[in-house]
């Protein structure tokens, strides 16, 4: 018998015999089995530093990730579901909050990495998001621009891409949105009869490259009882095809779901469309009232 020693603590005994020859074992065996015994307590150590680091960075991404905001008339359902390899924690968030003109933000964004600097990274990212768009009522395309300048001085984060809104209703009671999208996956509009359009306007690089580029923005009238759809590349990579394949996928099933209730759009969607890859996935629906049919989920 072997102890198996960690790092702090006695883990385990190792224990030993023989089948076809019985007999005891010499002295000469024993550095073998110290050998065996001490590869095991590091093998075990490892994983006990692993389940924990991966608990700890789902916990923190399920604590940052808000609340959506009650917006009279809008309805939102939002979704996070973390990568089915424990070691692939990644940096995919989602967020909406209020403005201080009476508008609403929306972004879904990834931060490059699948650990716990990942999430880290996420959570200063959507933060000074907030900050920049609480402060400045400028369009998304500064807002996203003010965000690019600072994160290589102030932040951990190297890369990411982000797709940043702001909807607002317009007077005759309709509501307006305007994005601009840093190198992210394009929203996705299905009206209430199941027409999809990709919104791929108001498209530029990713944020972190340096390279201080111009933003567009881009503006749509959404139509009444119609569903948006923000998420991550997650829900559109599969290993071994392209990503139009993927679009592809995503814009059917959205479709065939464009008259369920936003709750069930949502789950149902990631049921059928999550493909059995390594990759997180934050989703955030959003649907405009007017004629959206709420049969059975």
Same mark, same amino acid.
């Given at each position: *018998?072997?102890?198996?020693?960690?790092?702090?603590?006695?883990?385990?005994?190792? %224990?030993?015999?023989?089948?076809?020859?019985?007999?005891?074992?010499?002295?000469?065996?024993? +550095?073998?089995?110290?050998?065996?015994?001490?590869? @095991?307590?590091l093998a075990l150590d490892n994983a006990r530093l692993y389940q924990r680091q991966r608990a700890v960075a789902e916990t923190m991404q399920k604590h940052l990730l808000p /609340?959506?905001?009650?917006? +009279?008339?809008? /309805?939102?359902?939002?979704?996070?579901?973390?990568? +089915?390899?424990?070691?692939?924690?990644?940096?995919?968030?989602?967020?909406?909050?209020?403005?201080?003109?009476?508008?609403?933000?929306?972004?879904?964004?990834?931060?490059?990495?699948?650990?716990?600097?990942?999430?880290?990274?996420?959570?200063?990212?959507?933060?000074?998001? &907030?900050?920049?768009?609480?402060?400045? /009522?400028?369009?998304?395309?500064?807002?996203?621009?003010?965000?690019?300048?600072?994160?290589? +001085?102030?932040?951990?984060?190297?890369?990411?891409?982000?797709?940043?809104? &702001?909807?607002?209703?317009?007077?005759?009671?309709?509501?307006?949105?305007?994005? %601009?999208?840093?190198?992210?996956?394009?929203?996705?509009?299905? %009206?209430?009869?199941?027409?999809?359009?990709?919104?791929?306007?108001?498209?530029?690089?990713?944020?972190?490259?340096?390279?201080?580029?111009?933003? !567009?923005?881009?503006?749509?009238?959404?139509?009444?009882?119609? %569903?948006?759809?923000?998420?991550?590349?997650?829900? *559109?990579?599969?290993?071994?095809?392209?990503?139009?394949?993927?679009?592809?996928?995503?814009?059917?099933? @959205? @479709?065939?779901?464009?008259?369920?209730?936003?709750?069930?759009?949502?789950? /149902?969607?990631?049921?059928?469309?999550? !493909?059995?890859?390594?990759?997180?996935?934050?989703?955030?629906?959003? &649907?405009?009232?007017?004629?959206?049919?709420?049969?059975?989920?």
């Amino acid at each position: *018998i072997v102890p198996i020693r960690g790092t702090r603590e006695v883990l385990g005994a190792l %224990t030993l015999g023989r089948a076809d020859a019985p007999g005891e074992f010499s002295t000469p065996d024993l +550095p073998l089995f110290e050998d065996i015994a001490r590869r @095991a307590g590091l093998a075990l150590d490892n994983a006990r530093l692993y389940q924990r680091q991966r608990a700890v960075a789902e916990t923190m991404q399920k604590h940052l990730l808000p /609340q959506m905001p009650r917006v +009279p008339g809008l /309805q939102m359902a939002v979704r996070y579901l973390p990568a +089915p390899d424990a070691s692939q924690v990644g940096g995919d968030w989602y967020d909406a909050f209020s403005l201080s003109d009476g508008a609403t933000a929306l972004a879904v964004g990834d931060v490059v990495g699948h650990d716990l600097e990942a999430a880290a990274g996420m959570a200063q990212l959507r933060n000074m998001l &907030r900050a920049y768009a609480w402060s400045q /009522q400028e369009p998304p395309s500064r807002v996203v621009e003010r965000l690019d300048e600072a994160i290589m +001085p102030i932040t951990d984060v190297s890369m990411a891409t982000l797709v940043f809104a &702001r909807i607002t209703r317009t007077d005759d009671g309709l509501w307006r949105l305007s994005w %601009t999208n840093a190198g992210h996956p394009p929203p996705l509009l299905v %009206t209430r009869e199941g027409l999809t359009d990709y919104l791929t306007d108001g498209h530029s690089l990713l944020l972190g490259t340096g390279l201080g580029t111009s933003r !567009p923005d881009a503006t749509v009238l959404l139509p009444p009882g119609c %569903t948006l759809l923000l998420y991550t590349d997650g829900l *559109i990579e599969v290993p071994g095809h392209t990503l139009d394949e993927g679009l592809d996928r995503l814009r059917q099933h @959205a @479709a065939a779901l464009a008259h369920r209730p936003l709750p069930a759009f949502a789950d /149902q969607l990631l049921h059928r469309v999550r !493909p059995p890859g390594l990759d997180d996935v934050a989703l955030l629906a959003l &649907r405009t009232p007017g004629g959206a049919s709420h049969g059975p989920g």
